[in-house]
């Protein structure tokens, strides 16, 4: 068995390459030196431990002798996680995608030895097809390249990164007014991308993108805009309902196939579960729907089952493919862990649970897929609510209570015996930004569905990352933790998202070192990322040389973008705290995306929503005087989290710039816009008229 220096790494991705024949090394300067000094080009691929096609890759083409023979002669072959190492992703999938119009992952680049990129695209099979080079033509044509044409290679290399340069630059020049007509503008083109009859924006495949549920939630609670509302609604309960989302386990895929949800690209991605927990959550404090807090509740509690470090911290991810049969562990396909027979339903259920079970998921004798075109459901059902249970109670002449009570003892049945399957991969090292956007998730969800569990698990995140991963005494973040080990300073995004998380959590508990680090780790952004001439963030702190590019990343796409996050975490701190350098700093990130936010706000909805909760229209600060471990403090605090009131911030009297006392010893109410109060109340019921 081949061993190379990926042997010695601790993230999974590199891991899983450790044992094939290329001579892999990560990156860093060890890998820059020998392309250095023997004067060869870089070979660098990207990718992540969950991702279908690099699998297939590594397979086809990584552990193949033949091709790591030319890999290893003329190039210096580097592999990056991309999750580990965003900032490395980042520069060279800006370079793909504007040279091939397309980008994804894995990622194939080809550097100078001074990194700068000149050839790129993802997945490349071993063997020309489907019209595309082979990847051992593709190696052999360009190492010829290397050794003939060499002047044009290089001076193409320095275009296009000055080109890269242009096309990223933020900031510079323009005018930088912006108003509250960006949230129009935003909400007309979510309008026009909407599928009406499935949920959801544009066509298969079908992606949930958070971020602009988190867009209209907010539309609708500002204007009234019913549309805005029934967009987010029916696509909430179309995924709800799909296969998508994990219908026994909880948790949802990465994205559908199709166009109504139905069949998933199978991965879990922390990233996904933490946002959409928080959109169904948003969309049952407004509709107060037990179908939306129901799935709110499985994916928190999938995570919990499934994705949490002993500690407390999150994991990152679960893999899409997972061993067929436990007797071939070699043979994997994609979603066997979570796909049905007719015979192994009926088989675990008996009858007639089985018959009931299948009709209302879906499930056929001879499988539910019909478009597939791997050959990789033959035989199977993905399960999927296909019915109502009142439509299914009437077809078997049940009570509708019985029917639901049978439902769920299939379901637990079922999963029982699913755990004795291969697990999928899981990929468990923790992120800090992952994990601040899956703690304010839990945080929000223990107040909405008074479930102290969640609270409890939010808090013991935040202290998992707070031991692990943050050094008080300077206020610096690391990014990763794994097997005991912490590295790689962290991002933009991971200050900016555990920032917030502290907050949230803070807002739960009213602990006030959990403020305290929020706001500690909010200054060390601003010094850290901030461009102190142009305004906005740079997503990495400027000292890493071999960074060809120092971006502002703004687009809010799978994940919320690192400024979105910042602006959006300074503008809630400085209503809370009442700190005018929070708000200046977010103010200029503001004017500096001014520009963008005026021509395509749907690009950077979390951003928008941001500048009209907080700044468009002035913030609401609820102030709760008393002893937080009381009845009656509790009940007023009850009463502000069943409601969605965007642009509020909650703290407690002690923490409130503005002193606050209880009235008569009992807990107290203060309601105030940018710290000017209304009177104070003391029963729940005169708080929510203030509310409403």
């Not at 190039?75 to 994804?104: C, H, L, W």
């Not at 500002?222 to 994990?246: E, I, K, S």
């Not at 009570?405 to 399957?421: E, G, I, K």
């Not at 909805?605 to 471990?629: C, E, T, W």
């Amino acid at each position: 068995m081949y061993t190379n220096r990926l042997a010695d790494e601790k993230s999974p991705y590199l891991l899983q390459h450790a044992h094939n024949p290329v001579d892999w090394y990560p990156w860093g300067e060890a890998a820059f030196a020998k392309a250095r000094q023997e004067d060869r080009p870089i070979f660098l691929s990207v990718g992540y431990s969950t991702c279908h096609w690099c699998h297939v890759m590594e397979r086809e083409s990584f552990e193949s002798e033949d091709i790591a023979a030319v890999l290893n002669r003329f190039f210096v072959p580097v592999k990056v996680d991309r999750e580990e190492r965003p900032d490395v992703d980042r520069i060279y999938m800006a370079f793909v995608q504007a040279t091939t119009q397309s980008g994804g992952w894995p990622m194939s680049v080809w550097l100078t030895p001074d990194l700068k990129p000149f050839y790129g695209g993802t997945y490349f099979p071993p063997d020309g097809r489907w019209g595309r080079p082979g990847f051992k033509q593709i190696l052999e044509h360009i190492a010829n390249a290397w050794l003939s044409d060499r002047p044009r290679i290089t001076q193409s290399s320095r275009d296009i990164l000055d080109e890269l340069k242009r096309h990223t630059s933020v900031g510079a020049g323009g005018s930088n007014w912006v108003d509250s007509s960006i949230a129009d503008s935003c909400y007309q083109v979510f309008r026009r991308t909407f599928d009406s009859a499935h949920g959801g924006f544009g066509h298969a495949p079908k992606f949930p993108r958070p971020v602009a549920f988190d867009f209209l939630l907010r539309h609708h609670a500002r204007t009234g805009n019913r549309d805005a509302l029934q967009m987010c609604l029916h696509t909430l309960r179309q995924m709800g309902r799909g296969g998508m989302n994990d219908q026994l386990g909880g948790g949802f895929h990465r994205y559908s196939v199709d166009e109504r949800w139905f069949v998933p690209h199978f991965e879990k991605m922390l990233y996904d579960q933490a946002q959409l927990a928080v959109s169904f959550l948003e969309a049952y404090q407004i509709t107060e729907e037990s179908d939306l807090a129901g799935t709110a509740r499985t994916i928190f509690d999938y995570v919990l089952r499934d994705m949490t470090h002993p500690d407390g911290g999150f994991y990152s991810a679960e893999d899409a493919d997972s061993v067929i049969d436990p007797e071939h562990p070699h043979e994997k396909g994609e979603g066997a862990f979570y796909i049905w027979s007719r015979k192994e339903i009926g088989a675990v259920l008996g009858e007639p649970a089985a018959t009931w079970f299948s009709h209302f998921y879906g499930v056929e004798q001879d499988g539910n897929v019909r478009n597939d075109p791997h050959g990789e459901f033959t035989g199977r059902n993905i399960l999927y609510q296909a019915t109502g249970i009142d439509e299914a109670a009437q077809r078997f002449g049940v009570t509708e209570a019985d029917l639901a009570a049978s439902l769920s003892a299939s379901a637990s049945r079922l999963m029982q015996v699913r755990p004795l399957r291969v697990r999928p991969h899981l990929d468990d090292k923790t992120l800090t930004g992952w994990n601040g956007m899956m703690i304010a998730a839990f945080a929000l969800g223990g107040q909405v569905l008074a479930e102290p569990r969640y609270t409890a698990a939010a808090r013991r995140a935040a202290d998992f990352v707070l031991a692990k991963l943050y050094d008080p005494g300077t206020g610096l973040l690391l990014r990763r933790y794994r097997d005991g080990e912490a590295a790689i300073p962290g991002f933009l995004d991971d200050y900016a998202l555990f920032a917030d998380a502290l907050a949230t959590v803070y807002e739960s508990c009213f602990e006030p070192a959990y403020l305290a680090a929020s706001t500690a780790i909010a200054e060390r952004m601003i010094r850290l990322f901030e461009d102190t001439e142009e305004g906005g963030f740079y997503s990495t702190a400027g000292d890493d040389a071999s960074l060809t590019l120092r971006m502002k990343d703004d687009y809010d796409g799978a994940e919320p973008s690192g400024n979105s996050s910042a602006v959006s975490a300074l503008l809630r701190l400085a209503a809370i705290t009442g700190r005018a350098d929070f708000e200046d700093a977010a103010s200029r990130a503001i004017r500096a995306f001014a520009q963008r936010l005026r021509v395509a706000p749907h690009a950077t909805p979390r951003m928008a929503a941001a500048y009209l909760d907080y700044q468009a229209n002035k913030p609401r600060q609820i102030v709760l005087a008393g002893d937080s471990s009381n009845p009656d403090f509790q009940a007023l605090a009850a009463e502000v989290w069943k409601r969605f009131l965007p642009g509020r911030v909650l703290l407690h009297a002690n923490q409130s710039p503005v002193a606050m006392p209880t009235i008569e010893g009992r807990a107290t109410a203060y309601v105030c816009h940018n710290f000017a109060c209304e009177l104070p109340v003391q029963e729940p019921a005169q708080l929510a008229r203030l509310l409403h």
